[in-house]
C-alpha cells in the first residue's frame, strides 16, 4: 500500500511529527506529536497539536493509532491531548519500561511512579503488527539511540523516529543512557534492508550544511547511496568511531529535564502536588 503522509514540521524543536492515512479510507495514525512547551516560564501551549487535530477534523478522518518512536529527549508528546479529543491508542516499544526504570533513578521518582509500560495503550514488539483501517503497519525495534526506539514500517513508508536522519546530515546520536553506536549500526542495516524504493520519513531535520530547506523524506535506496554516517558501504568499525566521536561534542537537548519527565509517562503531566500544580524536578550534575 501507498498511504498518504502528511507531515507537520515544528521548527522550535525542529521535530516532524506525521499523519498517515489509508489511501482509500479514512482511517490514520499520527506519529511523535508535539506539545508545545515555554521553558522560561514552564507554560505548555497545543498550537502544534491542534493543527494536527483541526487537519484531522477538517478531512473527516478517523484517528485510531497514537504512535511514539521512542521517549523524546528534545520535545514534549501531545499524545494525551490528542486522544482526548480524537480517541486512538497510544503505543510504543516494549522496552519503555528499561527507559521508565533508568529515569525513574534519575529523577528518584519513588514507588508511585509506575515503571510498566501501563501509562501507555499498547507496548510493541518487534515483529508484531497493527492495523490502521485496512493498512496494516509493521513493527521493528530500531534501538542504538535509546533502547526502546521503533521504526513503524506502513505500506510503502517506514518511519524511522531518531535512528535515521536525511542523507546528507546522517544518523541519531547514541551518548544518551541505553544508547550504543554498534547497535545504532546494526538496526540501520534492518532498515536499509527494506526495498529500496521504500519511503522514509525522519523524526528530525537540522538543515545540513549547504542546504537551504528542511527535509524529511527520502528513500532506502538514498539512504543506502548518499548518508554520510552509514552510506557507500560504510563499516561498522568506522561509524562507531565517527559517531562516538561525535557524540562526545554535542552538548544536551535543550528540553530534556522537561521532555524525559513528561514523555515516559505517555505525555502526562507529573501528578499535581497538594497545591494542584505539577512540578518538573532538575537533577544536578544528574545527566
Not at 105 to 121: A, C, H, L, P, Y
Not at 122 to 142: A, E, K, N, P, Y
Request: proline share 5%.
Amino acid at each position: 500500500m501507498h498511504p498518504a503522509v502528511h507531515a507537520f514540521f515544528d521548527e522550535a524543536t525542529n521535530t516532524l511529527t506525521y499523519i498517515v492515512q489509508e489511501p482509500e479510507g479514512r482511517a490514520c495514525a499520527v506519529i511523535d506529536s508535539v506539545l508545545d512547551f515555554d521553558y522560561a516560564s514552564g507554560r505548555t501551549d497545543t498550537r502544534s497539536a491542534d493543527a494536527v487535530i483541526d487537519f484531522i477534523t477538517a478531512h473527516g478522518l478517523d484517528l485510531q493509532w497514537v504512535l511514539e518512536t521512542h521517549v523524546h529527549a528534545d520535545h514534549l508528546s501531545a499524545a494525551p491531548y490528542i486522544q482526548e479529543r480524537l480517541g486512538g491508542q497510544i503505543g510504543i516499544g516494549e522496552r519503555i519500561t528499561v527507559v521508565q526504570e533508568t529515569f525513574g533513578k534519575v529523577f528518584n521518582e519513588g514507588t508511585r511512579f509506575r515503571r510498566d509500560g501501563s501509562q501507555f495503550d499498547r507496548l510493541f514488539r518487534d515483529g508484531d503488527s497493527f492495523m490502521i483501517g485496512q493498512m496494516r503497519g509493521d513493527v521493528m525495534h530500531t534501538p542504538g539511540h535509546t533502547p526502546a526506539c521503533l521504526t513503524y514500517v506502513i505500506g510503502d513508508a517506514a518511519f524511522v523516529g531518531d535512528t535515521l536522519f536525511m542523507p546528507d546530515f546522517g544518523t541519531a546520536r547514541c551518548d544518551f543512557p541505553g544508547g550504543s553506536a554498534e547497535t545504532m549500526f546494526d538496526s540501520v542495516q534492518r532498515i536499509l534492508a527494506l526495498p529500496d524504493a521504500t519511503r522514509i520519513f525522519v523524526g528530525h531535520d537540522y538543515k545540513a550544511p549547504g542546504r537551504d530547506d528542511y527535509a524529511w523524506e527520502s528513500t532506502v535506496g538514498e539512504q543506502k547511496r548518499r548518508n554520510v554516517h552509514v552510506g557507500a558501504g560504510k563499516s561498522r568499525a568506522d561509524f562507531v568511531a565517527l559517531r562516538n566521536a561525535r557524540d562526545a561534542t554535542l552538548a544536551m537537548p535543550r528540553l530534556i529535564i522537561p521532555s524525559l519527565q513528561i514523555n515516559m509517562r505517555a505525555g502526562h503531566m507529573p501528578e499535581p502536588e497538594e497545591n494542584g500544580t505539577s512540578y518538573l524536578k532538575v537533577p544536578l550534575n544528574g545527566l
